[in-house]
């Protein structure tokens, strides 16, 4: 039967085909891939698998299908930078996608003063943006947005899924106060943890853009079994290569693959933003960066290539006692 391999197991290349095919938005193909499940009937019975259960994960050799992006620094929904990144993200079929930090409309922070009614509006074209996340064609999709937590303005980082639609997981600790990020007057931190999402059977831990310069954290997801840690961001140009020896570290001390998505090129306001999305194996090795021609780019991810680096060097090695740290 097609898809099945010499022993009847669901092949890899079945569920991860290297080769991109269109596939029409809306069509039952397209809703079976958001869905991540998966049917194949035989005769009159039929096996069902759903992505992201201990089945699947079995059959498929824990590998995961990432994909990253630079998206353009202004981007607003329906338009066609939108539709164009849409297009790239279903050419690369992933299985989780990862938006760079709060993708829609102006990067408000660049203000020195905080207004309510910019934030207002900035949330709302969120709302009207994440809306329609199905377009990407990912049955899983990562990101931040801006959100009032009760009184407090908060960066807030969320996993939406094809079958549960969006759940908020972390939001920003530690922001910024210069030219063009002023965040620390925008935003507030909301509840001060750093706990993982999942999705599809994947846990996902946030750092989102400067959090990561606080590397005990990535340690602490690591020790809390993550398989991905997420960094969306919105920095210079001048700063790239800083981030990405940050964006290692962080692999290297926790044991997970890590991913980070970016702005880039510049906004109305005369703002530029660097580009530049990577993902960084758990071992600390660049397996793939962006680019202006190439906006999008994919891995597939091996979830034993994370188990052992946590049993590996540096990851074992004990912490400080309680109190001392």
């Keep these: 039967m097609q898809g099945l391999d010499a022993y009847g197991r669901v092949s890899q290349r079945a569920l991860f085909p290297r080769k991109a095919v269109p596939i029409r938005p809306g069509s039952p193909v397209h809703y079976l891939r958001l869905t991540g499940f998966l049917a194949f009937r035989k005769n009159r019975g039929h096996l069902g698998l759903t992505i992201g259960s201990p089945l699947i994960t079995q059959v498929c050799g824990g590998r995961v299908r990432l994909a990253v992006c630079e998206a353009p620094a202004q981007m607003t929904p329906g338009s066609s930078d939108w ?19 709060m993708p829609f409309g102006h990067w408000i922070s660049a203000g020195t003063e905080s207004h309510r009614e910019t934030l207002l509006e900035s949330q709302r074209i969120h709302d009207e943006g994440l809306a329609g996340l199905a377009e990407l064609g990912s049955s899983v999709v990562v990101g931040t947005r801006p959100m009032f937590e009760g009184s407090r303005s908060t960066n807030q980082g969320f996993i939406w899924t094809a079958n549960s639609g969006l759940e908020p ?148 090695v004990e912490e400080l006692p309680r109190g001392l740290a």
């Design 83 to 101: 539709q164009r990144l849409a297009h790239k993200v279903n050419s690369h079929m992933p299985d989780v996608f990862l938006l760079n930090e």
């Design 169 to 316: 997981v972390h939001t920003k600790q530690f922001f910024p106060d210069e030219g063009g990020y002023y965040e620390a007057r925008w935003f507030e931190r909301g509840e001060q943890r750093f706990d993982l999402g999942s999705a599809n059977g994947l846990t996902i831990g946030f750092l989102i853009c400067t959090d990561v310069w606080f590397n005990e954290w990535a340690r602490h997801y690591g020790r809390q079994g993550a398989d991905l840690i997420v960094i969306p961001r919105a920095t210079p140009r001048p700063s790239l290569s800083r981030w990405l020896v940050a964006t290692r570290m962080a692999a290297i001390v926790s044991g997970c693959y890590v991913a980070s998505s970016n702005r880039a090129g510049a906004d109305d306001r005369g703002q530029e933003f660097g580009g530049a999305g990577w993902i960084v194996d758990p071992f600390g090795e660049v397996l793939a960066t962006t680019s202006t021609d190439d906006t999008v780019m994919a891995v597939e991810m091996d979830l034993s290539l994370a188990k052992r680096a946590k049993r590996e060097y540096p990851c074992y």
